[in-house]
């Protein structure tokens, strides 16, 4: 008989155990938490208080591995919002306009989804809550296990062909690999500087319906810090709006200076909607933001062991990519399994996979973080496979950004490239052959193979569309419209101006 062993039953671990049972005649998920029998925060998931989006290539992996998840999700209240069809999103130079890409996000509470994937995921195999991982067995060739302690127990041995490390940012599989005598796992830390703050809301009941996501992006200024905000509509009428701020401009997790931080913005529309909504939850900060990676498929790992999800790398969560890798990865799991079996002695193979799938979010998350935080960087190329990243947005002084392992080197950007890089970002704005090539990057979805170089042609030498002003952002949206139109009678048809 063969039997897995899953270390972390989170959103990671859950399809982590859902792929395996479909390998392994046994599968055992461990996890040091009790799960909540309502939709609600974890004790054990620091994060599962903040925002969270399922981006579009996340999605539809999830739905290949769990069919019926989406619906399921829809019909308990989450939203799909296209990118930028169904978002009014301020870049650095301007409001975006409605366009349809292709590319799209989910939005829910976390306790939604989690609990909606673990009934799905969890049924047919064995979950051992409150029972704390203390370490591997085995040595430095092989992996036989993992010991265990139930509800504070005498520590037990669970003897596994293969044992999952899905434990997240927190992992501890590269100590465990040390005391049984393996290799040194390198590490690679990039701070980003970001902090954020997050409270959630319920809607006005004009606005619970069609409502866009916002986000809102600073304007990138050498010497200061990068200030935005996001808000995304969520299950039964509620908004989940978080306030991001890089070193020196952090958000603040009191009342007055969460609403202040809110109004100092380019522009006012996410203070004014919190100002019209109720609030439903303190103000919660978070700082644990740096982009981390594991090297786990450098070492020479021992068979029977393969770590997954944010143990391999965590990004920015600004970046909304954890759990869409999460899910990606699994499914490349799946893949991989059903193409060399459970085989102990393919763990090498299977941690070189699981990084291929993380690898271009990490690229992304460098070149991105290179400058002011919680913006909308705009990339030449945000590929996989190393190539090189442009990010106009994030280099004020007009640098160019080239993504490495470690975070992007930089130099100073001539004149022409700084023109060909204002001009690419502006058409951005209204090209819907440039956004789709950028949303479908940012969301993990497939690239296009083969570019059409017309869009790009006509973005160079052409005349850009005009900027959309504030009113006409917003005018997109015909309820969010309806609702500021009057707000801005109320003010005296004073209407805010972009700072």
């Not at 859950?14 to 939709?39: C, F, K, M, Q, T």
């Not at 004790?43 to 019926?68: D, F, K, N, T």
Request: one cysteine or more; charged letters at 25%.
């Amino acid at each position: 008989m063969t039997r897995a062993v899953v270390l972390g039953g989170g959103f990671a671990g859950s399809l982590a155990g859902v792929v395996l049972a479909r390998h392994a005649d046994d599968v055992i998920v461990v996890e040091n938490d009790h799960y909540p029998s309502v939709p609600r925060a974890r004790r054990g998931l620091p994060q599962s208080q903040h925002s969270h989006v399922l981006v579009a290539g996340g999605a539809r992996a999830l739905q290949e591995l769990l069919p019926g998840t989406l619906e399921e999700l829809f019909a308990r209240g989450a939203h799909h919002r296209r990118l930028p069809g169904d978002a009014l999103i301020l870049a650095a130079v301007g409001w975006f306009r409605r366009l349809d890409t292709g590319a799209y996000l989910i939005s829910c509470s976390r306790g939604l989804l989690d609990q909606v994937v673990r009934k799905r995921a969890l049924g047919a195999v064995s979950t051992w809550t409150g029972t704390r991982a203390l370490g591997l067995v085995g040595d430095a060739r092989r992996v036989t296990g993992v010991s265990v302690s139930r509800e504070g127990a005498a520590p037990e041995t669970i003897e596994a062909d293969l044992v999952v490390d899905a434990t997240g940012r927190r992992s501890k599989a590269p100590r465990w690999l040390a005391e049984l005598g393996g290799a040194e796992i390198e590490e690679t830390t990039v701070s980003t500087g970001l902090a954020y703050s997050t409270r959630v809301y319920q809607a006005p009941a004009e606005l619970t319906g069609e409502m866009p996501a916002i986000m809102l992006h600073p304007r990138p200024v050498a010497g200061r810090p990068g200030q935005g905000a996001t808000l995304f509509p969520i299950e039964d009428g509620r908004w989940i709006v978080t306030l991001t701020g890089t070193r020196g401009g952090e958000p603040p997790a009191d009342e007055r200076g969460f609403a202040d931080f809110a109004r100092s913005l380019r522009d006012p529309i996410v203070a004014d909607l919190m100002a019209a909504a109720t609030p439903l939850s303190g103000i919660r900060p978070y700082r644990d933001t740096s982009n981390r990676r594991r090297y786990f498929e450098r070492a020479r790992l021992p068979a029977g062991f393969v770590a997954i999800g944010d143990a391999v790398v965590a990004v920015n969560p600004v970046h909304s990519h954890g759990m869409s890798v999460a899910a990606l990865s699994t499914l490349r799991l799946d893949r991989e399994l059903t193409r060399r079996g459970l085989d102990p002695a393919a763990s090498a193979e299977l941690q070189a996979a699981m990084t291929a799938e993380a690898e271009s979010s990490w690229r992304m998350a460098l070149a991105q973080d290179a400058g002011p935080a919680g913006r909308m960087a705009v990339g030449e190329d945000a590929g996989p496979r190393g190539r090189m990243t442009v990010a106009e947005e994030a280099e004020p002084a007009g640098r160019m950004a080239v993504a490495g392992d470690s975070g992007p080197a930089r130099r100073e950007a001539t004149a022409f490239e700084r023109e060909i890089l204002a001009r690419r970002t502006r058409a951005l704005l209204s090209s819907p052959e440039l956004a789709a090539d950028f949303f479908r990057t940012q969301t993990l979805m497939p690239v296009r193979a083969e570019k059409d170089g017309s869009a790009v042609a006509r973005a160079l030498t052409g005349e850009p569309d005009p900027l959309l002003t504030t009113r006409e952002a917003v005018m997109q949206y015909p309820a969010l419209h309806a609702w500021w139109d009057a707000l801005n009678r109320v003010r005296g048809g004073r209407e805010p101006s972009l700072r």
